[in-house]
């Protein structure tokens, strides 16, 4: 069983910028595409960032030019860097590794908060 810890969330101001990390047990890493979702309060839950196995990237409209997501395999972690941030970007971050009719797990989730 693959267990997701996510760390990083918390409070920050509009304009500042949060890291979120996410660490995976066992040693599916390397050759999963991993992502990041978040579900705001009242919304569904929405891709904001992903990334194969083979380093291509893909970022919700609403996030690009200001988040990134990147991986570290030895590591076992992804990271969202997140930049010039904005109310809206507030939302419970979920980390997702996954590998398409294999597996799906997902991070037990970190709140954001973006302050006016």
């Known amino acids: 069983q693959v267990q997701l810890v996510e760390s990083g969330g918390g409070l920050v101001q509009a304009g500042g910028s949060l890291r979120l990390s996410c660490a995976a047990s066992g040693s599916i890493f390397s050759v999963s595409a991993l992502g990041w979702y978040r579900r705001a309060p009242g919304k569904q839950r929405e891709l904001v960032a992903a990334?194969?196995?083979?380093?291509?990237?893909n970022y919700a409209d609403s996030v690009k030019g200001r988040f990134t997501i990147s991986r570290d395999n030895a590591k076992s972690t992804v990271y969202l860097q997140m930049n010039s941030m904005k109310p809206e970007d507030t939302a419970v971050y979920y980390c997702?590794?996954?590998?398409?009719?294999?597996?799906?797990?997902w991070g037990q989730g970190t709140q954001v908060t973006v302050s006016s």
């Open positions: 997702n590794v996954a590998r398409e009719k294999l597996y799906d797990y």
């Open positions: 990334m194969t196995r083979n380093g291509f990237t």
